[in-house]
Nanobody, 112 residues
Framework: QVQLVESGGGLVQAGGSLRLSCVAS????????MGWYRQTPGKERELVAT???????NYGDSVKGRFTISRDNARNTVYLQMNSLNPEDTAVYYC??????WGQGTQVTVSS
């Protein structure tokens, strides 16, 4: 059974930073395409960042240069380092494996 458990969300002021973590079980992050998406009420889920099996990374246009996705294979964990946060980054952030398995989400709120 695949489980993805996100943590690290919270309330931060504009310009601040947060690091999200996604601990995986039942699946190896090193062998699979992993990613982060986000969603706000009334909007579709939006790509934030992905990291492919060969470590190729991809970012949504709105986060390029500010967010960094990485993984720790020994901990079977994927991270999302978020810097220079702004209120438009406020959303529920979801971790995904192969866009087939999804975590429960973690809320990020950026105050102005």
């Amino acid at each position: 059974q695949v489980q993805l458990v996100e943590s690290g969300g919270g309330l931060v002021q504009a310009g601040g930073s947060l690091r999200l973590s996604c601990v995986a079980s039942g699946i190896f992050v090193s062998f699979n395409d992993m990613g982060w998406y986000r969603q706000t009420p009334g909007k579709e889920r939006e790509l934030v960042a992905t990291i492919a099996r060969g470590d190729r990374v991809n970012y949504g246009d709105s986060v390029k240069g500010r967010f960094t996705i990485s993984r720790d294979n020994a901990r079977n964990t994927v991270y999302l380092q978020m810097n220079s946060l702004n209120p438009e980054d406020t959303a529920v952030y979801y971790c995904t494996a192969k866009q087939r398995y999804w975590g429960q989400g973690t809320q990020v709120t950026v105050s102005s």
